[in-house]
């Protein structure tokens, strides 16, 4: 298969994979409910003609039935249905058709793709779902796999980097298959954790998968937009599947709207205005008939070559930092260093600090953050290890790995949800033979100190040779030399007055020489000096305006924030000066407002937290409580709000005055993107120990708390998915709902059952697969006839607004804040229903 693939790219032919199998599976008798992998052994005939439909289609890669094919679902001692029984015999149909068609035709090319789908499960600290379980989960299918034949994996639909980082590396770490991912985005081109393309192509090269790409949620025409940016930020071919158009039911039956000539005049359009688009195909709703229609589009038409994106990208599991775009700060304040208070918590074990200096640094303009927890008297690889996992769950930002302990890096690199900053490597050839490997391995951006076996050259030739010994060595292990940065070492000029030339003119010349990224650690300069802040904010400015890329500074100095906004104003990076202006207008009297309306005593507890610029309006978020919560800090929640009920705040205001609020500012920023499933799920978690607290407090005084109603919340029959379920159960309750979470799984009686016997009146019904779609469906009329005096809510990766409409829901919604959203409404609609 590598060689087919090698071949394509070089001769710019283009590869064609298989289409939809849910609906076929329908067609053909798979029941509601039914998980589809049992027709592996049950019904294989159904899934031979299928395979077969495909590769005379035009196919050059087929799929196994084995989508969700894993131990959750299919346990090792199944009697009839062993997970083992259930790849094997997927694979060995799939080949059988294959082996047996190439040899009708051996001028064709065809594969076997051992499919890999999403556990339906979030992964830590998000979801219940260790990282590790899910790797062994994924290996586990894939040895399976790759022992009864596939030819290649196909990693597909994921919508979470992190459980796409697992399933990669199982695939790394169990066979040497080539292996392809393609994951699904929103409308808005992001995935359900945030991830945008650039940092997803990132993550999945650094990994060193063999082709990338986007799959199932949108029809072609919706993706286009999205491909493009994918295939700017790759270097490695894109595969683009998408699903025909929008799911539509007619008579029970599910089909897409999207005709096999639509959609292979769309598919066309994609291939040809991109670079890098050499794998085309289908997801949901398509047939063989669209495979064949877009096999015959592209006839005779040569792909556009795979071009190389130079762009020097770290990311994490919601953003992404291109660094050789305009000059960003790494945040310096998590590194024991210097820092007595960071020193402490570190021996104390004291993480909420840790988290909490992380918080206020991408608060106060860091774009990447430095995580160093080195002291001789802790344990590093586990310390560092946990404060990257902790970290990682409620800051949006990449994180820069900071070690010279390679069992702590392998370690923190292996959890690292993205591709991080590493720091470092050096000219010291043990040390790029221990480094190098590792990030070959999980790839990441390695800070390269200029400096070697001899020590560091008091010259910018010197660090400069040892510069083209780190890219030498680089270049044998494959590591791209965009993900190299140097670190032209910063010396103190207390003992040498020449020390800062050199780095400056070190720093230019990596600029012009090699148009390479350069990282300072900026405050060393003044190290031994009377107001270090003079010579650091000077040093600074100099370095920026002779190309440095990345300062490591403290973002809560207002000094060295204003020299690098001004710098990034004046260089023309801040397009009107709007981030300038935003930082500094109206602060003088905004202060002065403040000071003179804290001194008149005008304003009241919550305002003197909380109120900020001109209009002295009110911030929630600017209050301990309210900040903690936004911020997602689930042990300080706790103390705070003891801390209030102990001033004998009411524990009905604390609710009304400081949670709700809080958790307002989170749903209304993931409503606009700015927050993402992440935090919007930490800060649940962190309101969530309020109420803990609350609730326990209540109990006490024998003060039963306030219901906003009762919900039913199930996941369809034959849909084992509940990732959405769970968002929509944590963020109800934490808006005082009563939540009945009757799990995956649920036939329609039951939901019914449930609604009647405990007077639900508002039932929330979620599915991810297309063949559990009929299910709602099901289940809806079977509350309606069944009488049931309620409303349903649907949603699901395979819904809209259209389906919703047709199935005979009251409401799609597109995400759990709009679940929340739909039953505020529906509460103050239906006064009555509350205190049932």
């Avoid at 001789?376 to 409620?394: F, N, S, V, W």
């Avoid at 070190?506 to 003079?534: H, K, M, Q, W």
């Avoid at 749903?667 to 962190?686: D, H, R, V």
Wanted: contains cysteine; aromatic residues 6%; negative net charge.
């Amino acid at each position: 298969m590598k060689t087919f693939l090698n071949e394509a790219i070089k001769n710019r032919e283009f590869i064609f994979f298989d289409g939809g199998m849910g609906t076929y599976l329908q067609a053909n008798g798979l029941e509601p409910g039914q998980l589809p992998e049992t027709f592996n052994i049950d019904r294989p005939e159904v899934l031979k003609e299928l395979a077969h439909l495909y590769l005379e289609a035009g196919a050059n890669i087929v799929n196994t039935n084995t989508f969700g094919a894993n131990r959750m679902k299919f346990p090792k001692d199944d009697p009839k249905y062993p997970i083992d029984k259930i790849v094997t015999s997927a694979v060995n149909n799939t080949k059988e058709v294959r082996d047996a068609y190439i040899k009708e035709h051996p001028e064709r090319k065809a594969f076997v793709a051992l499919d890999i789908g999403p556990t339906g499960k979030l992964l830590a600290p998000m979801g219940t779902l260790d990282f590790e379980e899910a790797v062994s989960i994924y290996k586990e299918v894939i040895s399976l796999g790759a022992k009864a034949g596939a030819d290649l994996v196909l990693i597909e639909t994921m919508s979470d980097s992190y459980e796409l980082k697992a399933a990669v590396l199982a695939a790394k770490e169990v066979c040497d298959l080539p292996v392809i991912a393609t994951v699904i985005f929103s409308e808005n081109g992001k995935l359900l954790t945030g991830g945008e393309p650039k940092g997803v192509a990132a993550l999945l090269e650094g990994l060193g998968v063999d082709a990338l790409g986007v799959n199932c949620g949108l029809g072609p025409k919706e993706m286009k937009g999205i491909v493009h940016d994918l295939a700017e930020a790759s270097s490695i071919p894109v595969v683009v599947n998408p699903n025909a158009g929008l799911p539509r039911v007619e008579n029970g039956i599910t089909y897409y709207d999207v005709t096999p000539d639509d959609f292979a005049a769309t598919m066309k359009e994609i291939a040809t205005e991109n670079t890098n688009v050499l794998g085309l195909g289908g997801c949901c709703g398509t047939t063989p008939e669209h495979i064949e229609v877009l096999v015959t589009a592209m006839k005779n038409l040569k792909a556009n070559p795979i071009a190389v994106c130079n762009d020097t990208v770290v990311s994490s599991g919601m953003g992404h930092v291109v660094l050789n775009e305009r000059p960003i700060v790494i945040g310096e304040r998590i590194n024991p260093t210097g820092k007595k208070k960071m020193k402490q918590a570190l021996v104390d074990d004291d993480m909420e600090y840790i988290l909490n200096e992380g918080v206020t640094e991408e608060e106060n303009g860091a774009h990447i953050l430095d995580v160093n927890v080195g002291l001789p008297e802790i344990d590093e690889p586990a310390m560092l290890k946990r404060a990257i996992y902790e970290l990682q769950g409620i800051c949006a930002l990449p994180l820069q790995i900071d070690t010279t302990d390679m069992v702590a890096m392998e370690g923190a690199m292996r959890i690292y949800n993205g591709k991080p900053m590493i720091n470092s490597v050096n000219g010291k050839q043990e040390m790029m033979d221990a480094l190098f490997p590792l990030v070959k391995k999980y790839g990441g951006v390695v800070v390269s100190l200029l400096l070697d076996e001899d020590g560091i050259p008091d010259s910018v030739e010197g660090r400069i040779k040892i510069a083209e010994k780190i890219y030498e060595n680089a270049d044998k292990w494959g590591i791209p030399r965009k993900d190299i940065v140097f670190d032209a070492l910063v010396m103190t000029i207390s003992t040498d007055s020449s020390a800062a030339k050199v780095t400056l003119d070190t720093v230019r010349e990596i600029t012009e020489r090699f148009g390479a990224c350069s990282v300072l650690g900026v405050s060393n300069v003044s190290f031994g000096l009377p107001r270090r802040d003079l010579i650091n904010t000077t040093f600074y400015s100099a370095a920026l305006n002779n190309g440095l890329t990345a300062g490591i500074i403290n973002p809560s100095s207002k000094a060295m924030m204003a020299v690098y906004r001004s710098f990034l104003a004046v260089k023309g990076y801040d397009e009107q000066c709007l981030e300038f202006i935003d930082a500094y207008a109206g602060t003088v009297s905004a202060e002065m407002q403040l000071k003179k309306a804290l001194e008149s005593g005008s304003l009241g507890e919550n305002a003197k937290e909380a109120t900020g610029g001109e209009s002295g309006s009110f911030d929630i978020s600017k209050t301990p409580l309210g900040g903690a919560i936004v911020k997602g800090l689930k042990d300080k929640c706790g103390k705070l709000t003891e801390e209030l009920l102990a001033k004998q705040t009411d524990p009905l205001d604390i609710i009304n005055e400081y949670i709700v609020p809080a958790l307002d500012v989170v749903g209304q920023g993931f409503e606009k993107n700015t927050i993402f499933l992440p935090q919007l799920l930490m800060s649940a978690e962190a309101a969530q120990a309020c109420f803990e607290v609350i609730k326990t407090e209540l109990k006490s005084s024998g003060v039963e708390s306030e219901s906003k109603g009762k919900v039913i919340v199930a996941t369809v029959k034959g849909d084992i998915h509940d990732i959405g379920k769970n968002i929509v159960k944590v963020l109800l309750e934490n808006y005082s709902f009563d939540v009945i979470d009757l799990g995956k799984d649920v036939p329609p009686e039951v939901i019914v059952e449930t609604a009647l016997r405990e007077k639900v009146h508002l039932v929330g019904l979620s599915a991810l697969m297309t063949t559990t779609v009929v299910s709602m469906e099901d289940t809806i009329k079977a509350l309606r006839e069944a009488k049931v005096p309620c409303e349903v809510c649907v949603g699901g990766a395979v819904l809209n607004q259209e389906y919703a409409d047709m199935i005979g829901a009251d409401a799609y919604c597109k995400d759990a804040m709009q679940t929340v959203r739909f039953a505020e409404e529906f509460f103050e609609k239906h006064p009555e229903y509350v205190s049932d």
